[in-house]
């Protein structure tokens, strides 16, 4: 230690005084030299760090990242423009570089310790770590993407009429890409779509409440249907937001009826809320839809449209004593915010009365695709769609 | 000067010493940790002011 600190004390004092034995013309080369050095090996290096094959020294391992974007038009295009990972994920602007780099230390860490290195562990935080790349884009407005694309540079005309109406609006708006364009060089992460829902919890706090015979009440989750007080096996199962009337109750079962349509072709499995609209009430299994002691015909009528026939029926049947709803406008309450709050994400939200309630099922299909909705909230938002459509709602055109 | 040859082998030794020290690994070294220590200011500067936009 003593050694160290005489020796220190040594190099200061030549340090600190002129030199005596070197000439200053040796000193300045030898350092300007040096310099030259340094600055190149010091670029060099940064550019090692950024071409793809550093990159998936580590990324490949997890197969994921690396093997994804093969199949994408990244990777081969009848322009053969390749966008190699640094492309997309290091900034180009110097000082954010430097800072994208220094942030690399935590990918070096994770390395070391093994944060990612199966496709579990890469699977489990694979959505946190796809969030922080959609936070910088959000934040750059995408700035990655549009070193290579321009809105500007765009002809749109020549675009599919599908991206014309979006991309136009989006180069007014001088919208950030991956508000629209998320996933586009890998899968996307599994969201989790197991977590209960938000329908779950209000059935749940509605558990335990008593039921009034010959009251109606609507069903808040996928509820299942049963023959009769005691079997197990159910025969179908009724969508969120379905009314039906209590008419008995029994141990911890309620018989209900169930007033809904179906077509009167083939096995009519399908229940609807009303003639000829496609708004899903139930699905039963072939045997239950076939089983005449569960369920009385009424009206009977044909749709002139496909020219298929339809039939009211009344079926009869038991469910779970579960948290029912009385106040169907909860519901629509619900369906109406998380309407408002998935879909005006990349465009503002159509008005529920700009289609009719079969056409919705078609558009809410084609987005289906861009939204991760678990199936209850799913199904409710479509049925809150369809029932304040323009076959029921008295304000649309 | 001539009266000093015995210690000038040692001091001219010492000179080149750290002459080649510091060009070759001190600075180089400091030179690479301020640029990571400037990135690193900017990387904690994006997590106390947000991240850089457009």
């Known amino acids: 230690m003593k050694k160290l600190f005489s020796m220190i004390a040594r190099s200061w004092g030549v340090f600190s005084k002129p030199s005596k034995h070197i000439s200053l013309g ?77 942030r690399a230390s935590k990918d070096v860490f994770g390395w070391l310790l093994g944060t990612v290195d199966t496709k579990e562990k890469f699977e489990a935080k694979r959505l946190h770590l796809a969030q922080n790349e959609w936070a910088r884009f959000k934040a750059n407005g995408s700035l990655e993407c549009r070193n290579c694309h321009d809105y500007k540079s765009m002809d749109f005309t020549k675009m599919s009429e599908k991206a014309q109406v979006q991309m136009r609006g989006a180069a007014e708006r001088d919208q950030s890409c991956l508000d629209c364009h998320k996933g ?65 109750e029994s141990g911890n079962r309620l018989e209900v009826e169930l007033v809904t349509w179906h077509k009167a072709k083939g096995y009519g499995r399908v229940l609807y809320f009303d003639f000829a609209k496609n708004i899903v009430q139930a699905t039963l299994s072939k045997e239950a839809s076939q089983d005449e002691s569960l369920f009385v015909r009424g009206d009977k009528r044909e749709d002139d449209l496909t020219g298929l026939p339809w039939e009211q029926v009344t079926f009869t049947l038991w469910v779970d004593k579960k948290g029912y709803e009385e106040n169907l406008q909860n519901i629509w309450d619900y369906a109406k915010g998380a309407y408002q709050t998935t879909c005006s994400v990349c465009h503002t939200q159509p008005a529920e009365g700009h289609f009719d309630a079969n056409t919705w099922v078609g558009m809410f299909a084609g987005m289906q695709g861009f939204v991760n909705l678990d199936g209850d909230t799913h199904d409710v938002i479509l049925k809150y769609l369809q029932n304040h459509s323009s076959d029921y709602s008295k304000d649309a055109h | 000067m001539n009266q000093q040859t015995s210690s000038t082998g040692t001091e001219k030794k010492g000179e080149w010493k750290l002459f080649i020290f510091l060009t070759v690994f001190l600075f180089p070294i400091l030179a690479t940790v301020s640029v990571f220590g400037y990135g690193f200011v900017i990387w904690m500067s994006h997590i106390l002011f947000g991240l850089p936009t457009h």
């Open chain 1, 184 to 248: 586009i060089a890998h899968h996307l992460p599994e969201m989790d779509t197991t977590a209960i829902s938000e329908l779950g919890k209000m059935a749940k706090n509605l558990e335990g409440h008593s039921f009034e015979v010959g009251k109606e009440y609507y069903s808040l989750v996928q509820t299942p249907l049963y023959k009769d007080e005691k079997e197990t096996e159910y025969l179908g199962v009724l969508t969120p937001a379905t009314k039906f009337k209590v008419i008995a």
């Open chain 1, 26 to 102: 040796v000193i300045t080369c030898g350092a300007f030299l040096a310099g030259i050095i340094f600055w190149g090996g010091f670029n060099t290096a940064l550019e090692a760090t950024n071409t793809e094959a550093f990159c998936i020294s580590c990324h490949s391992m997890e197969e994921n990242n690396y093997k994804e974007i093969q199949s994408t038009i990244h990777w081969s295009n009848r322009s053969g423009v390749r966008a190699t990972c640094p492309d997309c994920h290091v900034p180009h602007k110097w000082s954010d570089k430097m800072a994208a780099k220094a």
